[in-house]
């Protein structure tokens, strides 16, 4: 199985768009646009990630999360026409889950935007998802060798405050999910955006961290194997979790939409290999976008 995993897009649209929706956090968000992300993100990058996915002809793919800039409804509607269009597979073929961006204030909470719209690609195969809110995680896709879990981390925040939580509610029914007899006996690919491994300070772990991303790590140490993938950070990373009976690996990707000098950073998406019978982890790999956004070349993800 080949499962492509791409995050951040920040698809940006202004579409019918009044200016009293930039009253309060978007104005903050709207000075960061105009000062310093507008010459970093591409949404031409996007589209190159999406239709090389498409001709990579994968099995699966996932996206973990701020597919959004500012959780506008012209926003998740032009996000979801890409990935119909570009893709070519169908939503039981495509994973999202949420990031920060995606539920950018209150009321993008309170409306279940992003869930609203992207349901079909939530779909649960177990009856294991709780209410939380913002949609009903933690759901479960069994699909070959993998179960596919979708986590929820995305919470508004305060102005500058970028940070995740999955809430106890959540926690307890991933534990349900992952003692399930189908899950079991599947490799687990948790989809999760903030990173299961937090910044070492604890000021920043407030700002921007997963502040509940210990009692994440306390559930998969019973697991001999599995993959943890996140966004969030804007750069490629593989970090390494013991468990008791093995190591589960967590790995970012990038922003679709990123430009950067750096090839951690660079926009791109990355590539996972599960043997179809016995769900051993294969090969891992980037694909990454060309400085002159085309074409692409394969590199490996840098360990932390």
Same mark, same amino acid.
């Given at each position: 199985?080949?499962?492509?995993?791409?995050?951040?897009?920040?698809?940006?649209?202004?579409?019918?768009?009044?200016?009293?929706?930039?009253?309060?956090? /978007?104005?903050?968000?709207?000075?960061? *646009?105009? #000062?310093? /992300?507008?010459?970093?993100?591409?949404?031409?990058?996007?589209?190159?990630? +999406?239709?090389?996915?498409?001709?990579?002809?994968?099995?699966?793919?996932?996206?973990?999360?701020?597919?959004?800039?500012?959780?506008?409804?012209?926003?998740?509607?032009?996000?979801?026409?890409?990935?119909? /269009?570009? $893709?070519?597979?169908?939503?039981?073929?495509?994973?999202?889950?949420?990031?920060?961006?995606? $539920?950018?204030?209150?009321?993008?909470?309170?409306?279940?935007?992003?869930?609203? #719209?992207?349901?079909?690609?939530?779909?649960?195969?177990?009856?294991?998802?709780?209410?939380?809110?913002?949609?009903?995680?933690?759901?479960?896709?069994? /699909?070959?060798?993998? +179960?596919?879990?979708?986590?929820?981390?995305?919470?508004?925040?305060?102005?500058?405050?970028?940070?995740?939580?999955?809430?106890?509610?959540?926690?307890?029914?991933? +534990?349900?999910?992952?003692?399930?007899?189908?899950?079991?006996?599947?490799?687990?690919? $948790?989809?999760?955006?903030?990173?299961?491994?937090?910044?070492?300070?604890?000021?920043? @772990?407030?700002?921007?961290?997963?502040?509940?991303?210990?009692?994440?790590?306390?559930?998969?140490?019973? $697991?001999?194997?599995? *993959?943890?993938?996140?966004?969030?950070?804007?750069?490629?990373?593989?970090?390494? *979790?013991?468990?008791?009976?093995?190591?589960?690996?967590?790995?970012?990707? @990038?922003?679709?939409?990123?430009?950067?000098?750096?090839?951690?950073?660079?926009?791109?998406?990355?590539?996972?290999?599960?043997?179809?019978?016995?769900?051993?982890?294969? @090969?891992?790999?980037?694909?990454?976008?060309?400085?002159?956004?085309?074409?692409?070349?394969?590199?490996?993800?840098?360990?932390?």
């Amino acid at each position: 199985m080949r499962i492509a995993h791409f995050s951040d897009l920040h698809v940006l649209s202004l579409a019918g768009v009044g200016w009293h929706r930039f009253l309060g956090k /978007r104005l903050t968000g709207y000075a960061n *646009l105009r #000062f310093k /992300r507008n010459h970093a993100h591409h949404s031409a990058h996007v589209l190159e990630v +999406a239709r090389e996915i498409a001709e990579q002809r994968v099995d699966q793919v996932v996206i973990t999360g701020d597919i959004t800039n500012w959780a506008l409804e012209a926003e998740v509607s032009l996000a979801k026409e890409i990935l119909e /269009r570009e $893709l070519h597979l169908s939503p039981r073929d495509i994973s999202i889950v949420p990031g920060n961006h995606d $539920l950018y204030t209150r009321g993008a909470l309170k409306s279940r935007r992003f869930t609203e #719209f992207f349901s079909e690609y939530t779909r649960c195969d177990l009856d294991v998802a709780v209410d939380i809110g913002a949609g009903h995680f933690p759901y479960v896709k069994l /699909r070959g060798p993998v +179960a596919i879990i979708g986590l929820s981390s995305a919470v508004p925040r305060l102005p500058l405050v970028a940070s995740g939580k999955l809430g106890r509610p959540q926690l307890e029914a991933l +534990a349900r999910a992952l003692e399930h007899p189908e899950v079991r006996k599947r490799t687990p690919v $948790l989809l999760v955006h903030h990173p299961l491994h937090n910044p070492p300070s604890k000021l920043k @772990t407030l700002v921007e961290g997963l502040t509940d991303a210990d009692a994440l790590a306390a559930l998969l140490s019973r $697991l001999d194997k599995g *993959l943890v993938l996140h966004g969030h950070l804007h750069r490629r990373i593989s970090r390494k *979790l013991t468990t008791t009976h093995g190591h589960v690996l967590a790995i970012g990707a @990038t922003s679709a939409s990123l430009s950067h000098e750096q090839a951690t950073r660079m926009s791109g998406f990355n590539l996972y290999e599960i043997d179809d019978a016995t769900g051993a982890i294969g @090969t891992i790999e980037a694909h990454v976008l060309g400085a002159g956004g085309r074409g692409f070349h394969v590199e490996r993800i840098p360990e932390a």
